[in-house]
């Protein structure tokens, strides 16, 4: 489904990402981990296409189709999911507005018909009550006012309603208190296990990993991954530190 | 020398060019009036030379059949406008206006007639089809040959819904007329009130449009009425073209209500340059007027060549204790805005609103606010502004909250906040806040804000396009005043809000 290649990738003047290689296929689950600033969210960026985030060599294919030229939103519409470490506020604009014109415009862009009013509605509460969110949330603006684990919450709403074939989580647990990460974490599992989709999973702890099991454990440091494994891995990972493993 | 010597100088000048003039403007004059047929009108064609004098001021009051106090009136604003000087206080760079090298009535009309919708620009086609604007509405917009009875049909379902809105108006008591119908059919209550909020010499541009006023509406609510449906929302298409100096009185006696909407989301091609509206509003006891503006006059190119100049005077009065004004208006046309609609808040516990978006883009220029002038006890005031810039362009919030000595426990909220798209453009807030009884709360809120990178990044890739996502973000910003708007009116104002700003982003 995604397969990264040489990947090198500077912002400003400094390269982030090294010739980073990594292939993932439905049906699997990827997480991965590495000390702060090795180049994970920059790694996120980079495939949601974000401005600033340059791609100098490599590539980077999404069912086959070069990604690296294409806009984030035409990304978005061929299935891929951001989950954001630090989601965006924007004032004015209610949850459901947002999502209802984002999955719209995806819809447009894929030739699919867009979805009424009502039959949204009706997709919004359902992946609402699998996060355990209130519908009041989704009528207020998007993100204002939430907390951090609200925030969270809300971007796995949204992954729901959307339904991508291949989200990249980018500390998704980070602010979540034991009850939200299980929450949060039963909610990965229900929206995108499927023998289809695909996760990658971005994060520091080995605990959401207990509620999302990976197929594979990737460290990421200095910009490469430099090893890969089972789900063991993590587990090495939180006993030794990055040192240990990554040197 | 006074200023009546030099224009009868400058007109002994011009008269050579003038018969050329009256040559051109009578051919003009012959051209409209073949396509006038086509439209079964029964205006005449006339027209008054170009320039500006006593005159052409009687000129005008004749050919509207005027009583003699109007025209008296008309003249006495003109003797008055004479001697005012064109204001420049306000954050903007205008042109000289030569008042001179204009046509006062009649002006001929320069639209060109057009075969079909294949005929038109299709530029303004793509505009239409944005707003999502109906092919009978477009055509009668753009111009094109007999569209005009044909969409007034298409729109109104037939001629005769028309006259059941006129009839269910007049049973309930509500009189809704052009201001020259007015003035012959109902001379006492346009007497008593025209120019009572507005005085004939309250500024440069009041002073002219009392001069030379073309035509606008009148509306009179009596007592204990509620307006049965939002007035002009149905005779959109008839409200097109009232001229440059549009007039508009709204009277709301006791305890009634009234919604009136004035113009058009759609752009409209107009070759008066210079727009001076004068807006009065007088709301009895316990009366409430809303008035919304969506206003998208032709903004020049993207050059700042062309585009209109407006200069609206807008009051409203609260006369009467508990009376309601407000103010909702979405401005995003014009090359020069110069507006501040206003409330004077006399009665006790009267309220005044005022919700504003104004967007600028290219090198468009924006002055625009309120005044809300508190006299009487317990009044209150809200202020809503929004202000979004773009490309080159100047937006300026300037408001005045005024509180009278006499004027116990007033309330003021205002909040103004800008929103910046690029960095080569500008946006200023300018308040004044004269206070001169210490029971006042005034709030006042200022921000400035930019579109962040992380916001558009998060729509975009959520599956919004880049101007989707500014559309929203900045649909988002305005909420609060679009809010204010009737339904339909603020589908109509968020899709002109995206248009307006197309090509901004990048």
Redesign the interface.
């Known amino acids: 489904m995604l397969k990264i290649e040489n990947l090198h990738a500077t912002v400003g003047d400094t390269e982030i990402l090294t010739g980073l290689s990594l292939e993932i296929n439905a049906g699997e689950v990827h997480a991965i981990m590495g000390p702060n600033g090795a180049g994970k969210s920059t790694l996120a960026y980079v495939l949601g296409g974000r401005d600033g985030y340059e791609v100098t060599q490599g590539s980077a294919t999404f069912n086959g189709q070069d990604i690296l030229d294409m806009d984030p939103h035409e990304r978005a519409a061929l299935g891929l999911f951001l989950g954001f470490q630090y989601p965006v506020e924007i004032p004015g604009v209610s949850n459901l507005q947002f999502l209802r014109e984002s999955l719209n415009s995806q819809r447009k862009s894929r030739g699919e018909e867009p979805l009424s009013g009502g039959a949204f509605i009706k997709l919004a509460k359902e992946k609402a009550a699998l996060l355990k969110m209130d519908m009041e949330m989704l009528k207020r603006a998007v993100n204002v006012g939430f907390s951090g684990g609200e925030k969270k919450r809300n971007e796995m709403v949204q992954m729901g309603i959307l339904d991508p074939q291949l989200a990249i989580l980018d500390e998704t647990d980070s602010g979540l208190d034991i009850d939200a990460l299980r929450t949060v974490g039963s909610g990965i599992n229900a929206i995108m296990r499927d023998e289809k989709k695909a996760v990658l999973l971005i994060t520091h702890y080995q605990r959401l990993l207990e509620e999302v099991k990976p197929d594979f454990v990737h460290v990421l440091a200095r910009g490469r991954i430099v090893k890969t494994g089972g789900p063991e891995l993590a587990v090495q990972l939180e006993e030794q530190g990055y040192e240990a493993i990554a040197a | 020398m006074t200023n009546d010597v030099k224009a009868k100088e400058r007109a002994a000048e011009e008269q050579a060019e003038r018969t050329e003039m009256n040559a051109e403007a009578q051919a003009a004059a012959d051209k409209a009036s073949a396509y006038e047929h086509g439209w079964s009108s029964d205006i005449e064609q006339e027209f008054a030379e170009k320039g500006l004098n006593e005159d052409t001021v009687r000129f005008i009051s004749a050919k509207k059949e005027e009583p003699e106090w109007m025209l008296e009136w008309r003249l006495k604003a003109f003797r008055i406008w004479q001697d005012m000087e064109s204001p420049d206080w306000a954050k903007l760079d205008i042109p000289m206006i030569d008042y001179q090298d204009a046509y006062y009535y009649a002006e001929p009309k320069k639209k060109p007639e057009l075969d079909s919708l294949d005929d038109v620009d299709p530029e303004i086609l793509r505009v239409y089809e944005k707003l999502g604007i109906p092919i009978a509405e477009q055509e009668v917009l753009a111009g094109v040959k007999g569209a005009r009875k044909v969409a007034v049909d298409a729109v109104f379902d037939s001629v005769s819904v028309a006259t059941t809105f006129r009839e269910e108006l007049e049973a309930a008591g509500v009189i809704f007329r052009s201001i020259s119908e007015a003035i012959k059919e109902y001379p006492n209550l346009v007497r008593k009130y025209l120019g009572k909020v507005v005085p004939v010499k309250d500024n440069y541009f009041a002073a002219l449009n009392c001069a030379v006023f073309s035509d606008g509406t009148f509306v009179y609510i009596p007592e204990g009425v509620r307006c049965p449906m939002e007035l002009s929302t149905y005779f959109r298409i008839n409200a097109e073209n009232t001229g440059q100096f549009e007039r508009t009185l709204i009277v709301a006696e006791k305890s009634s209500y009234v919604s009136y909407l004035e113009g058009c989301t759609a752009p409209m091609r107009d070759e008066n340059q210079l727009h001076a509206a004068v807006v009065e509003l007088i709301a009895m006891e316990d009366a409430e007027i809303k008035y919304s503006t969506v206003q998208n006059w032709y903004p020049g190119d993207e050059n700042g060549k062309g585009g209109i100049y407006n200069f609206v005077t807008k009051r409203g009065l609260c006369a009467g204790a508990r009376s309601k004004i407000s103010w909702t208006q979405v401005e995003t046309g014009s090359a020069i805005t110069w507006k501040y609609p206003s409330c004077v808040l006399n009665g006790e516990n009267s309220v005044g609103e005022f919700y504003s978006v104004a967007l600028t883009n290219n090198y468009q220029q924006a002055d625009t606010g309120t005044k809300m002038i508190h006299n009487g006890k317990g009044s209150r005031s809200t202020i809503i502004s929004k202000g979004i810039s773009a490309g080159k362009s100047d937006n300026t919030y300037r408001g005045l909250v005024r509180v009278g000595p006499n004027a116990e426990n007033v309330r003021n909220f205002t909040q103004c906040d800008s929103l910046l798209l690029g960095d080569t453009c500008g946006a200023h807030t300018v308040p004044y806040i004269e206070v001169k009884n210490p029971t006042a709360q005034i709030e006042h809120e200022a921000t400035t804000s930019k579109i ?15 101007e ?1 996502a500014v559309s ?2 900045v ?6 005043v679009l809010k204010e708007l009737p339904m339909e009116f603020a589908v109509e104002a968020q899709k002109l809000l995206a248009i307006s700003l197309e090509g901004s982003v990048g």
């Open positions: 962040s990178d992380d916001q558009m990044f998060y729509a975009q890739q959520r599956g919004l396009d880049e989707e929203l973000i649909n988002g910003f305005a909420k609060e």
